[in-house]
């Protein structure tokens, strides 16, 4: 790389992390993306010139507000409402909407960056934004949920539209918290607009296989990965954390390959089944009476519920993190490969911290980001978004093939960049280079804006 592109680089991320002090997660996935960008920049000396970087790295349009609702004991309670548009070169603003305590602007720039770069891997016409709010959905009743969804929305629809800005699901958002944002959306705008969210029911504009689709592509991913080595699902020991949306899915489709998931865990601790995962009883625990992790091994002869520990001590070949940012550090990592991990693919968005990205890639472990890995999520939303605008519905069968292939395009985009942009085998700087290559020259295009 010559030094005026690091020079350019390293200039850019020390303005950008002085003027948008206190946001420790927005730096970080900053920094892994722009210190990959230096063979593409050195190749295309027009990016540089044009300030695409500058332009990149700030968010079209960030909104916060005020959300209040009452809870059940008649109390009256204040949440902060976030919606970062990062940027709509590619098409509409699409991410997803995080409910969890820990949400604050520093995680929603994180996740609007990433998603940017994600929704271009995919190849479809969907631009990056993320959404959410402190609100802790934990503990709280349906009705509950329900007014805050409606508050949350009263807000947030003027915002938001199917040419506009598309939002879906995320930690603490899924099927259910869907349902009461779109009611209050159709309320207040008399529109029965199906595709301003994604992640819908079935019956009301929803698409076969968005539910299963992050945990099924990352597995997809994780296949191809291990395909370049001649190695096979099949019989592998799996080890998964998380035991939301993106768990329960990639443990569903790892059984159905043939390899043995044998942990999931939530914020309270982990389990451990060897004779592997009862998918059944995690979706009953899980999905239906939303129960805390330990209910799974109380009810399964020879599981065990573990409270303090790190579930990525427990030995097996492949990895797939599933529950929140930095979820993975250096002794996790440490621990992965002394036990022989031969590949991790992020379900999570930035699962791994550097360090740990930096020990697989030095112990020559197989390592996908979450936007790579995770992006069948993204993906089958902007498939939901094609059969909303044309009225159709596809089956399963049919949903789950595109996936299939989109995941297979993405896993080639991210190998053949990597090789272009020399650092061949390396799935973040491929994955980076391709998507940066997309979204740059769309906004070469369409001028100053
Ligand atoms: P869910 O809310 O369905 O599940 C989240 C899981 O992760 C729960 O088991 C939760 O445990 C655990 N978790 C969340 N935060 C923490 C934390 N701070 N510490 C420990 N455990 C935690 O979310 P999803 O499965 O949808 O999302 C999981 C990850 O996947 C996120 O990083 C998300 O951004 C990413 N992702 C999701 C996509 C989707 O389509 N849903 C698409 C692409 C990426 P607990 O209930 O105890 O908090
Ligand atoms: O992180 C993600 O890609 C998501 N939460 C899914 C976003 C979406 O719009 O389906």
Redesign the pocket.
Known sequence: MTSSATDLIEDLFTRTVERNPGEPEFHQALHEVLESLGPVLVAHPEFADSGVLERLVEPERQIMFRVPWVDDSGRVVVNRGFRVQFNSALGPFKG?L?F?P?VNLSIMKF?GFEQTFKNALTGQGIGGAKGGSDFDP?GRSDAEIMRFCQSFMTELYRHIGADTDVP???????GREIGYLFGQYRRITNRHETGVLT?KGLGWGGAEVRTE??GYGAVFFMQEMLSTRSERLEGKTAII???????IYAIEKLQQLGARPITA????GFVIDEQGIDLELLKEV?ERSRE??SAYANRRPGARFVASGRVWEVPGQIAIP????N?LGPDDAAALVKNGVIAVAE???M?CTPDAVELFRQAKVLFAP?KAA??G??AVSALEMAQNAAREHWSFEKSEARLKSIMVDIHSAALQAAERYEHPGDYVVGANSAAFLRVASAMLDQGLV
Request: glycine share 22%.
């Open positions: 997803g995080r969890h820990s996740l934990h879906a699901g995320d930690i603490g958002v899924g992640g689709a992050t954390s998380g035991s939301g949306n993106v768990a865990s939530d914020s309270t899980k805390r992790i599933a529950a929140t940012q979820e379900g999570s968005n699962s979450g995770n992006a999520g993204v």
